[in-house]
């Protein structure tokens, strides 16, 4: 059971801290007040209620939703102008067929909202990744409570060790931000499991570099980002995952964040392991890994030897 006003108040402070959302902040708060003077958050309260009312049984004609519908509405005047619009919006079958179908609902989504889309520039998509990271990924788990924020810093800072150009830096921030992001798909008792994963769960959590990979795909980011991102569990062996790449195929940048992403890890409590490793004993880590050929001794001897941990 959730709180209904709580949960839009939380949406509500958590959309407000995330760049460009300002304005879905506030439709979000309002969404479950049926008096609300704001009609967009009314425009959702509805579309909850018909969520609600479309999943309680089957239809398989437009009007006997419509009735269900009008039943609950009908004494609302607040909601006069919206019911309008839905009745004359949902007459036809393909209303129906699309609410059942996720698929076609997503071919025919540019048709109804092309005009409002916001194209990001790489600096605003960075400031936005730091917000995503900071209040959705690594809030999901308290083992990676700044995690992605480390990594962005680790992996930058050593592309500034090697003398790469600033945009190059930028470059690793705004991937090292969303590198989990495809733990969001991957349910906590596996995220948190104390333990060692076997069989499915392991998978299961080795997908998440996977989901990067198909979400930021979806998202439409430049393909250095998601290359550099979803690439940040291979080995120059080949024995990494998701897509087992080796060193021919893997950038300097994927190669940076690999190593970015483990020192971090082994700065860091984890769930499976005792107590985190001070800075010269996840170097001499890293040194073994090197040496048995699954990442690269250069960029290691690149961490700076005073990186600052990131603390909110
Ligand atoms: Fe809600
Ligand atoms: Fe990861
Ligand atoms: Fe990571």
Redesign the pocket.
């Given at each position: 059971m959730i709180n209904l006003q709580e949960h839009a108040q939380l949406g509500y402070e958590i959309l407000s801290q995330i760049p460009f959302c300002e304005n879905i902040a506030l439709i979000v708060k309002d969404h479950h007040n049926a008096s609300s003077s704001s009609l967009l958050s009314r425009i959702i309260y509805f579309a909850d209620e018909v969520d609600v009312i479309a999943r309680k049984q089957e239809f398989y004609n437009p009007k006997d939703l419509q009735a269900k519908v009008f039943a609950v509405f009908k004494d609302k005047l607040h909601f006069k102008s919206i019911m309008d619009a839905f009745f004359s919006s949902t007459l036809m079958d393909s209303f129906l067929i699309m609410l059942n179908n996720i698929e076609e609902i997503r071919y025919f989504l540019p048709m109804f909202v092309e005009d409002r889309f916001i194209v990001l520039d790489n600096a605003q998509l960075m400031i936005l990744a730091k917000e995503i990271a900071k209040n959705f990924i690594d809030k999901k788990s308290k083992f990676t409570l700044t995690h992605s924020i480390d990594v962005a810093h680790t992996a930058s800072s050593i592309a500034r060790n090697l003398s790469f150009t600033e945009k190059d830096c930028e470059l690793l921030l705004t991937a090292g931000y969303l590198?989990?992001i495809?733990?969001l798909f991957v349910p906590n008792a596996i995220l948190d499991f104390n333990g060692k994963l076997e069989s499915i769960n392991w998978l299961v959590m080795k997908s998440?570099?996977y989901y990067?990979f198909s979400f930021l795909t979806k998202l439409n980011l430049d393909k250095q980002i998601i290359d550099i991102a979803s690439h940040?569990?291979e080995y120059l062996d080949g024995s990494g995952y998701p897509f087992g790449l080796d060193k021919t195929q893997l950038s300097v940048f994927d190669q940076i964040m690999a190593v970015a992403?483990i020192y971090s890890a082994l700065r860091q409590n984890r769930p499976y392991r005792q107590h985190m490793f001070d800075h010269a004993q996840a170097i001499e880590i890293l040194y073994d890994l090197a040496k048995k050929d699954k990442i690269a001794k250069f960029i290691i001897d690149a961490i700076p030897l005073s990186i600052r941990l990131w603390r909110y």
């Open positions: 590198h989990d495809g733990k998440h570099a990067t940040h569990h992403d």
